[in-house]
């Protein structure tokens, strides 16, 4: 399953919150660094969620 920036922000938004592309993007590369995300393409902000047992 990959996650794009839309994914964040369509479900943050759902629940009444609004995002901007910019914080969305930070979002995802905040769980990357948690290692929680694994990025999937170093040009496009493509992630999926990292393997437990990783």
């Not at 993007?25 to 990783?54: C, F, S, T």
């Amino acid at each position: 399953m990959l996650l794009r920036v839309a994914v964040p922000v369509t479900a943050l938004h759902e629940i009444g919150h609004t995002i901007d592309e910019k914080r969305a993007r930070q979002i995802l590369r905040d769980l990357a660094a948690e290692g929680l995300l694994l990025r999937v393409d170093g040009e496009r902000a493509r992630y999926r969620p990292a393997d437990p047992e990783e």
